[in-house]
């Protein structure tokens, strides 16, 4: 026998492929490249090889003694063979396969990393799913990446885009990295943002770096005051404290304002209170302000505006930063009030290519301007964001409880020429206690290379209580038994003293925003809706009341209701191009809600129950046009509705309140009067909006122009005064009004590391149809009877005529330095528009300056910044409010008008420092 021995087990010759290997395709060509399939071939025939060698030794030789073999044995020798080559084969094709794959995956991975425009990408990090394997891309976009069978996926990140994972097995040949920011603007790119050249609507982009350049300490809506169009200020005069914040004359009731897409307003008031989620500003990642009726996307209805803040986890880059800063309210030569806060902070980026984590825990007070107007407070946000192939998730949880002394009234004109920092609310104990944590489960879906399902699941908890002392007040409002009530006389009983009473909420909120966004050649289709739950439990009870026996329950209730809503609506939202230079936007939003109110009968309140539910329908359309490459057009018509607030319609907490609802049948009893209601006779407002715009950009420059006219249905207007136990304006529907005006803002770059942006605005808010229904007061400050007034063609109260803004940021290497030129117009308090009570126009100019070292004693990154407020020391009002009444001293005297206002002062010039390190 030849040494050389051919097995035929199978099929297989020497040097062959099975059948299987064979029939790779249906067409019958091998899938496997030139190369690999050499490869096979080979290792194919060192496993024949293999095989033969073995038998042949193993095989049965003749006796050495006999030297003859018959051909029996022969026989019995050669299936012997063919049995333990099969033997053989079946144990070594396994073996060949795992060297075929080992030799396969053992060659690298080649591939290249670009941006959307094709450019390559320097310095990419490629991590993978098996620690210690990674490498980053070179000068011209390209890696090589040693492989590993226990590879499951590739990580592709980059500071300024946006993270990108595969599977190993469908890495493209090039891979493409989104931008996280619009280019030049810094600002995340999410679905619902308006973009350049596709949104036709009115927005400002607020980036990351004039956040950090803008916000040291302060409430957010004083971040956002150099905003075209946009009003700020905050009732205790200094930088902490209730905030305010108005668009286009509209207030935060009518400003939608959310947090990655999750509602803030109040479902009950409808404002925001960022007073409650304190040093918040330092986690937002950026912020877009959308002006006139917000986008539809967004679920709630918005007038004035919208204010998306995004603070999304994935975008962030490593780092732990320090932060301590200090400053204060100079009077007289003498320290007013403090402010301070100190900060830790930590963004752990990418960790193995797919888990972010990040966290900040701050402190800051205030002693405040005005008198009493303290400010404590502590925050955390928190949150943690894993990145998948085909998804992202991130979970957020923020919040922290506050405490601060009450400011919302303010003083009069002869009150401020005294002491400018005079304060109504003298209680040492009259705050406002809160703590409010939020949850948010954000999770994005790329079903495929069209389609994008997005969900968001979130829940708001908040429980807190106004302290207040309410002077000479009857205790029969207060559900106070006369048993418990001191003589004041022997056999008399005190009818009223003083109270401390406390104002308790606990509310709660859960909701689902999902939403589905596919693209087609055209543009895009979305689909989506914001659904919620909400309920609030209220109640008020006496602390501590003058003339009372130690009999009363020290915690006495004397009102309590409860409201649940439950909101929800439906959008579709069609982007379509209809040729490169022309796009269009149409949506249609439903949105229905429903309202339940019952109130327990309890001393003084009457226990009310009603049952209310609307249904809206808002569309919008919207044109964009490309005239050239640098000169845009854009023009659209927008339609929105929104509810009157639970305090429009009626104020529970009043006892001698009456709901706002039309009266269908009483039954009165023993026990009182039980009311069946109907429709709300505080209506909705319904709101028609025309926005044209254009834009036009240079390289150094670039300019917008926005003319707007929305046309009003029973706004919901301020008519006079205060609830001096909330602070909330008294309110009516006016018939007919109007809000337009003209938005012009500009920015230049005049030289290297100089940058100069300005914008104005001037506005025409006009009531074109309503009677106001006012007071007749006696000499006794009693209200004796009504009088019509006819208030058509006055100016709305409470909004700046003019607003204008100046900014110079000078930004080099080490240093920045800013100069802030703030420009507000005329206001007028109150319906009458008398110029006595209006607040005078005035100018006011602030600057900050910042030096970095960038190796602070190898720890990192050390700035040092200082900002002064005021600079020139001016003294002037922001805000007020007035009111309108007619007066007659007696029955037969002649009846006069009374007009009044109350307002709210500006700090004097003030200052804050911070130092702050940041290590990578």
């Given at each position: 026998?030849?040494?050389?021995?051919?097995?035929?087990?199978?099929?297989?010759?020497?040097?062959?492929?099975?059948?299987?290997?064979?029939?790779?395709?249906?067409?019958?060509?091998?899938?496997?490249?030139?190369?690999?399939?050499?490869?096979?071939?080979?290792?194919?025939?060192?496993?024949?090889?293999?095989?033969?060698?073995?038998?042949?030794?193993?095989?049965?030789?003749?006796?050495?003694?006999?030297?003859?073999?018959?051909?029996?044995?022969?026989?019995?020798?050669?299936?012997?063979?063919?049995?333990?080559?099969?033997?053989?084969?079946?144990?070594?094709?396994?073996?060949?396969?795992?060297?075929?794959?080992?030799?396969?995956?053992?060659?690298?991975?080649?591939?290249?990393?670009?941006?959307?425009?094709?450019?390559?990408?320097?310095?990419?990090?490629?991590?993978?799913?098996?620690?210690?394997?990674?490498?980053?891309?070179?000068?011209?976009?390209?890696?090589?990446?040693?492989?590993?069978?226990?590879?499951?996926?590739?990580?592709?990140?980059?500071?300024?885009?946006?993270?990108?994972?595969?599977?190993?097995?469908?890495?493209?040949?090039?891979?493409?990295?989104?931008?996280?920011?619009?280019?030049?603007?810094?600002?995340?790119?999410?679905?619902?943002?308006?973009?350049?050249?596709?949104?036709?609507?009115?927005?400002?982009?607020?980036?990351?770096?004039?956040?950090?350049?803008?916000?040291?300490?302060?409430?957010?809506?004083?971040?956002?005051?150099?905003?075209?169009?946009?009003?700020?200020?905050?009732?205790?005069?200094?930088?902490?404290?209730?905030?305010?914040?108005?668009?286009?004359?509209?207030?935060?009731?009518?400003?939608?304002?959310?947090?990655?897409?999750?509602?803030?307003?109040?479902?009950?008031?409808?404002?925001?209170?960022?007073?409650?989620?304190?040093?918040?500003?330092?986690?937002?990642?950026?912020?877009?302000?959308?002006?006139?009726?917000?986008?539809?996307?967004?679920?709630?209805?918005?007038?004035?505006?919208?204010?998306?803040?995004?603070?999304?986890?994935?975008?962030?880059?490593?780092?732990?930063?320090?932060?301590?800063?200090?400053?204060?309210?100079?009077?007289?030569?003498?320290?007013?009030?403090?402010?301070?806060?100190?900060?830790?902070?930590?963004?752990?980026?990418?960790?193995?290519?797919?888990?972010?984590?990040?966290?900040?825990?701050?402190?800051?007070?205030?002693?405040?301007?005005?008198?009493?107007?303290?400010?404590?407070?502590?925050?955390?946000?928190?949150?943690?964001?894993?990145?998948?192939?085909?998804?992202?998730?991130?979970?957020?949880?923020?919040?922290?409880?506050?405490?601060?002394?009450?400011?919302?009234?303010?003083?009069?004109?002869?009150?401020?020429?005294?002491?400018?920092?005079?304060?109504?609310?003298?209680?040492?104990?009259?705050?406002?206690?809160?703590?409010?944590?939020?949850?948010?489960?954000?999770?994005?879906?790329?079903?495929?290379?069209?389609?994008?399902?997005?969900?968001?699941?979130?829940?708001?908890?908040?429980?807190?209580?106004?302290?207040?002392?309410?002077?000479?007040?009857?205790?029969?409002?207060?559900?106070?038994?006369?048993?418990?009530?001191?003589?004041?006389?022997?056999?008399?009983?005190?009818?009223?003293?003083?109270?401390?009473?406390?104002?308790?909420?606990?509310?709660?909120?859960?909701?689902?925003?999902?939403?589905?966004?596919?693209?087609?050649?055209?543009?895009t289709h979305s689909l989506g809706g914001s659904f919620y739950y909400f309920d609030s439990d209220h109640w008020g009870q006496a602390v501590w009341g003058e003339h009372l026996t130690g009999g009363l329950d020290p915690r006495n209730r004397y009102y309590e209701y409860f409201g649940k809503k439950y909101v929800g609506s439906v959008y579709a939202q069609e982007i379509y191009k209809w040729s490169p230079k022309v796009s269009m936007q149409t949506t249609a939003q439903i949105r229905y809600q429903r309202y339940r109110f019952n109130q327990t009968r309890m001393g003084a309140f009457k226990g009310y129950n009603y049952d209310l539910d609307w249904l809206f329908f808002s569309p919008r359309v919207g044109i964009n046009w490309a005239v050239t490459d640098k000169a845009g057009l854009f023009a659209n018509i927008a339609v929105s509705s929104r509810t009157p607030t639970d305090a429009d319609i009626y104020d529970a907490g009043d006892p001698g309140a009456f709901p706002s609802l039309e009266v269908l049948d009483s039954t009165t009893s023993a026990g009182g009067t039980i009311y069946k209601f109907g429709d709300p006779t505080a209506k909705s407002e319904r709101v028609y909006d025309f926005e044209l715009g254009g834009t036009y950009k240079e390289k150094q420059w670039q300019g917008n122009l926005n003319l707007y006219w929305m046309e009003f249905r029973n706004e919901i207007i301020p008519y006079g005064g205060v609830n001096e136990n909330t602070g909330i304006p008294f309110t009516v529907n006016a018939d007919r009004s109007v809000h337009a005006g003209i938005e012009l803002s500009t920015a230049v770059n005049p030289a290297p590391h100089v940058s100069v942006s300005a914008n104005g605005a001037i506005n025409y808010l006009r009531i074109k149809k309503y009677t106001a229904s006012l007071p007749l007061i006696d000499g006794t400050w009693n209200e004796i009877g009504r009088i019509d007034e006819d208030m058509s063609g006055k100016t709305l109260a409470g909004f700046p005529i003019q607003l204008g803004n100046i900014l110079v940021d000078c930004n080099h290497t080490r240093w920045r330095a800013v100069y802030r030129l703030r420009l507000v117009g005329k206001q007028f308090m109150e319906l009458r528009n008398l110029d006595s009570l209006a607040i005078k126009g005035y100018a006011v100019s602030s600057i900050s300056g910042e030096y970095r070292i960038p190796k602070f004693l190898n720890l990192g990154l050390l700035t040092l910044s200082v900002r002064v407020e005021n600079l020139f020391n001016r003294k002037f009002v922001t805000s007020g409010y007035g009111w309108n009444d007619f007066y007659q001293a007696s029955p037969s005297g002649p009846i006069g008008y009374d007009n009044g206002a109350e307002y709210f002062v500006n700090a004097e010039r003030s200052f804050y420092a911070e130092l702050k390190l940041e290590m990578f």
């Open positions: 026998m030849k040494d050389k021995i051919s097995v035929t087990g199978r099929g297989v010759k020497p040097g062959g492929m099975t059948p299987r290997q064979m029939s790779g395709s249906s067409s019958g060509k091998s899938r496997t490249s030139q190369p690999d399939l050499r490869r096979l071939r080979r290792i194919e025939r060192s496993r024949d090889a293999t095989i033969g060698l073995v038998a042949h030794r193993l095989r049965w030789v003749p006796s050495e003694t006999t030297g003859v073999s018959t051909c029996e044995d022969e026989a019995r020798s050669r299936r012997r063979e063919t049995r333990l080559a099969m033997t053989l084969k079946s144990v070594m094709t396994p073996v060949a396969a795992v060297l075929w794959a080992t030799i396969v995956c053992a060659a690298p991975i080649t591939r290249v990393v670009v941006d959307p425009e094709r450019h390559p990408l320097v310095g990419v990090s490629v991590v993978t799913s098996v620690p210690g394997i990674g490498t980053q891309t070179d000068t011209s976009g390209q890696f090589e990446l040693e492989t590993n069978p226990d590879i499951k996926w590739v990580t592709f990140s980059s500071v300024g885009y946006r993270a990108r994972q595969f599977s190993v097995t469908t890495i493209p040949d090039t891979v493409v990295l989104e931008p996280i920011a619009a280019r030049g603007e810094d600002v995340i790119i999410t679905a619902d943002r308006a973009k350049a050249g596709v949104s036709p609507l009115a927005y400002e982009n607020f980036s990351r770096d004039k956040i950090e350049r803008d916000y040291k300490i302060g409430e957010f809506p004083t971040l956002l005051e150099s905003t075209p169009n946009l009003y700020a200020h905050t009732d205790a005069g200094g930088g902490l404290g209730y905030s305010y914040m108005s668009i286009r004359g509209f207030d935060d009731k009518r400003v939608s304002t959310y947090i990655n897409g999750v509602p803030l307003n109040d479902p009950e008031d409808q404002a925001t209170y960022f007073v409650d989620l304190p040093d918040f500003a330092a986690t937002i990642t950026d912020i877009q302000i959308q002006r006139g009726v917000g986008n539809s996307l967004y679920g709630d209805a918005s007038f004035g505006g919208s204010v998306n803040i995004v603070t999304q986890a994935l975008s962030r880059e490593r780092r732990t930063l320090l932060s301590t800063g200090y400053g204060n309210y100079p009077v007289n030569g003498k320290w007013a009030g403090n402010l301070s806060k100190q900060t830790i902070s930590y963004s752990s980026g990418l960790v193995d290519g797919r888990w972010e984590y990040a966290g900040r825990f701050s402190r800051q007070s205030s002693g405040g301007y005005r008198y009493n107007s303290w400010y404590d407070g502590w925050s955390y946000y928190l949150s943690a964001a894993r990145l998948d192939p085909k998804m992202s998730t991130e979970l957020h949880v923020y919040g922290g409880p506050m405490r601060m002394h009450l400011a919302y009234l303010g003083a009069t004109l002869d009150d401020i020429k005294a002491d400018r920092r005079a304060n109504q609310l003298t209680y040492s104990n009259e705050t406002d206690n809160f703590n409010q944590p939020h949850y948010q489960l954000h999770n994005i879906w790329n079903v495929n290379d069209r389609a994008t399902l997005s969900n968001t699941l979130y829940y708001i908890r908040g429980k807190g209580y106004y302290e207040q002392l309410k002077s000479k007040t009857s205790y029969a409002d207060y559900n106070i038994d006369t048993m418990y009530v001191d003589d004041s006389v022997p056999g008399v009983k005190y009818a009223s003293g003083d109270i401390v009473r406390q104002q308790w909420v606990y509310k709660n909120q859960i909701g689902w925003n999902p939403r589905l966004d596919v693209e087609h050649k055209r543009g």
